[in-house]
C-alpha cells in the first residue's frame, strides 16, 4: 500500500503479573480501512484497546499514530489527536440527557472549556453538530431523553455517537453490539457502515455477521498473541482460525 | 432543555425566603438581624461547598480551613493597620484561593475516602497552625476592633448597612454560582461527576477541572470567613475545626446536593433549628440528630428535592 498506516503497532507487550495479555503485537491500521479485531474470551482484545486509547501503559513496545510516536501519552491527549475509544461495558452520563451527552464530547475539542458564564445550551455550533451525529447513529428523535432512561441499544447507540462527537480520524469499537438482540445488532452494523466512508475502525467483536458484514480486514488475537491476520475471506477460510477461536465445526458451517 | 416554564414549589419558596430575608432588618430586633447576617453567611459558605461537592462529586471534609482562613486574613490585617475592606475581603479571598490550590494539588490526585481524609488532615493542620499562633491569639482567638470600613459607599459598622450588604453578596453569589453551573465549565465539572474515566476518554484533562473548581468553592469560602469575622468581631480557631466542616457537609446534604439553593436552604434551617432547639435543652443535638436522620432516609435530595416534589430535579 502506497499511503502510511494511520496508526502502527509493534511489538506491544502487556502482563498483569504472570499473565501475558499482549504478547508481543505487531499491527497496523491502513487510514480509511475497518479493521476488526476477533478472538475468543480472554485474548486480550480489550486491553489492546485500552493500550491503543492510553488507559493502560504497555510494559514495551510502540505505538505510531499519524507518523508520531504515543506509547507515553495520556488517554486526554490521544483523544485531542484525534483517537476516540467506545466502551464495552456502557460508559456514558447517565444524568444528563442524551443532547448534554454527545455535547460534551464536542466540547472537548471544540475551543477550551474555562468559560464560567455563557450557558453551555446556547453554543450553536455544538448543538447543531451534536444533532448531526445523533441524527447519525439514528437518535435525533431521543436527544432530550435523560440517557439514563434509554433502552439498551439506544445506550450503545449513543456510546458510539459520543465517541464521534469528539470529530476522531481513528475510532476504537469495543463491541458496539455488546448485549444486543439480533434487530438491535442489525440497526448498529448499518449505523457502523454508515461511518465507513469518512472513518477509519477499530472495531473488537463478537458477533460474527457484524464483522464479516463490515471488516476489511480482520486479525485474530489468541491468549495475547496476532494467529492470523488478513482479508475477510482469507480468515474464514483460515484452519487455524477455525480450531482456535471458533472452536468448533459447526459454527464455522455457517460461514464456510 | 425544552421544559414548560412555570413557577413549581421551588420557585415559591425561594421569592418567599428571599421576601423574608429582605425584610428582617425592618423588624428593629438586633438579635434577629445579627442571626440572619449569619445564617446568610452560612448559606455562602454552604453553596460554595456544593459547588465541589454537589457538581463536582468532590466530598471535601476540610471546608472549614478555608472559611477560617478568610476570617483569619481580615484579623491578621485588622492587626497590622490595615481596615479597608477593599483590602482585607480580596486578600481574604485571594488568600484561601492560593492555598486551596495547594491542598487541591495533592488532594485531588487520590478520590473517595481518601480524597475525604486527606482535606480533614489539611484542615486540621491548619487549625492546629492556627491554634499555636500567639502572635495572633493561639487557642484563646483574637479579637476584631471593629468592622472593615468601605470608605464613601456604606457604613458596616451598622448592622443593618452590614446586613444588606451580606444579602447582596449572598444573592451575586448565588447568580454568578447559577451561570457558573450551566456554563461549559460547569458541564464539564458535572461530567467528571458523572463519570470520570468516560471524559478523560473524551479528551478532558480532567485533572485541571476539578483544581479550578475546588479552587473557586475556596475562593468564595474565604469571602463568607472574611464576612463572618466581621460579624462576630472575634476570630478563632474554632472556625476551621473539623466539626465546623462537619456542619457545613450537613448544610449541603440536608438541603439538597447539586442545587445551590438548596444548600442555602439547609443553612437557614440547620442554624434556625440550633437557636429554636438550644431554647429548650442544651442537648439539642439530641433533637437534632434524628431530623437529620428522618431527611437523609426519606429525602434523598434533601430540603430541595422534598420541594421538587416528584418531579425531577434538574
Known amino acids: 500500500m502506497l499511503t502510511e498506516p494511520l ?40 486491553t489492546l484497546i485500552a493500550q491503543l486509547a492510553g488507559e493502560l501503559r504497555p510494559d514495551s513496545g510502540t505505538i505510531t499514530f499519524l507518523g508520531k510516536d504515543i ?54 455550533i455544538i448543538r447543531r453538530s451534536a444533532l448531526e451525529v445523533l441524527e447519525r447513529v ?44 439480533a434487530e438491535e445488532s442489525e440497526r448498529m452494523v448499518s449505523v457502523l457502515r454508515g461511518l465507513k466512508r469518512e472513518h477509519t475502525l477499530v472495531l473488537v467483536e463478537h458477533d460474527m455477521d457484524a464483522v464479516f458484514a463490515l471488516a ?41 | 432543555m425544552a421544559k414548560k416554564r412555570y413557577p413549581d414549589l421551588r420557585q415559591i419558596v425561594l421569592l418567599v425566603v428571599l421576601a423574608a430575608f429582605l425584610t428582617v432588618p425592618l423588624f428593629g430586633e438586633l438579635f434577629y438581624t445579627r442571626l440572619f447576617t449569619r445564617i446568610m453567611i452560612y448559606a455562602i459558605v454552604a453553596l460554595s461547598l456544593d459547588l465541589i461537592l454537589g457538581y463536582g462529586g468532590m466530598v471535601s471534609f476540610g471546608h472549614a480551613a478555608f472559611f477560617g482562613l478568610g476570617a483569619y486574613t481580615v484579623g491578621i490585617l485588622a492587626q497590622h493597620g490595615v481596615q479597608t475592606a477593599f483590602v482585607a475581603w480580596p486578600a481574604a479571598i485571594v488568600g484561601s484561593a492560593l492555598v486551596a490550590v495547594v491542598i487541591g494539588a495533592i488532594s485531588l490526585r487520590t478520590s473517595g475516602v481518601y480524597f475525604i481524609m486527606i482535606t480533614l488532615a489539611f484542615a486540621q493542620m491548619l487549625y492546629y497552625f492556627f491554634f499555636s499562633l500567639e502572635e495572633y491569639g493561639g487557642s484563646d482567638g483574637m479579637p476584631l476592633v471593629s468592622r472593615n470600613t468601605v470608605a464613601g459607599l456604606i457604613d458596616p459598622g451598622d448592622h443593618n448597612s452590614f446586613y444588606y450588604l451580606v444579602l447582596v453578596i449572598m444573592l ?21 461527576r458523572e463519570n470520570e474515566r468516560r471524559m478523560r476518554a473524551l479528551g478532558f484533562a480532567t485533572f485541571r477541572y476539578k483544581l479550578v473548581c475546588f479552587v473557586i468553592s475556596a475562593a468564595i469560602a474565604g469571602f463568607a470567613g472574611a464576612l463572618i469575622a466581621n460579624q462576630t468581631l472575634y476570630i478563632s480557631p474554632a472556625f476551621m475545626h473539623w466539626t465546623r466542616s462537619g456542619d457545613i457537609l450537613v448544610m449541603v446534604i440536608l438541603g439538597g446536593l447539586g442545587s445551590l439553593f438548596g444548600p442555602m436552604l439547609g443553612a437557614l434551617f440547620l442554624l434556625l433549628a440550633e437557636e429554636v432547639l438550644a431554647g429548650f435543652t442544651e442537648h439539642w443535638m439530641i433533637l437534632l440528630g434524628p431530623l437529620l436522620i428522618i431527611v437523609v432516609v426519606f429525602a434523598r435530595r434533601g430540603i430541595y428535592g422534598l420541594l421538587a416534589g416528584a418531579k425531577d430535579v434538574d
Request: without cysteine.
Open chain 2, 172 to 192: 451575586l453569589t448565588l447568580l454568578v454560582s447559577r451561570r457558573m453551573v450551566q456554563s461549559r465549565f460547569g458541564m464539564v465539572i458535572q461530567g467528571v
Open chain 1, 216 to 256: 476489511d480486514r480482520v486479525t485474530v488475537l489468541v491468549y495475547g498473541r496476532v494467529i492470523a491476520g488478513g482479508t475477510v475471506d482469507r480468515i474464514r477460510a483460515n484452519p487455524e482460525v477455525r480450531e482456535a477461536y471458533l472452536g468448533y465445526e459447526e459454527a464455522l458451517s455457517i460461514y464456510a
Open chain 1, 138 to 181: 439514528g437518535l435525533a428523535d431521543r436527544a432530550h431523553v435523560i440517557a439514563g432512561n434509554l433502552s439498551h441499544g439506544e445506550q450503545r447507540q449513543l456510546e458510539v455517537a459520543m465517541a464521534l462527537g469528539t470529530r476522531p480520524k481513528l475510532l476504537l469499537l469495543d463491541e458496539p453490539t455488546a448485549g444486543m438482540g
Open chain 1, 7 to 46: 496508526l502502527e503497532i509493534r511489538q506491544l507487550v502487556k502482563s498483569f503479573g504472570a499473565m501475558m495479555v499482549s504478547a508481543g503485537i505487531d499491527l497496523s491500521i491502513e487510514p480509511g480501512e475497518i479493521h476488526a479485531v476477533i478472538g475468543p474470551n480472554g485474548a486480550g482484545k480489550t
Open chain 1, 71 to 124: 506509547t507515553r501519552l495520556p488517554m486526554h491527549v490521544r483523544s485531542n489527536l484525534g483517537i476516540a475509544r467506545s466502551f464495552q461495558i456502557t460508559s456514558i452520563f447517565p444524568g444528563f440527557s442524551v443532547m448534554e451527552n454527545v455535547a460534551l464530547a464536542l466540547q472537548a475539542n471544540n475551543g477550551h472549556n474555562f468559560r464560567f458564564w455563557r450557558d453551555a445550551r446556547k453554543y450553536p
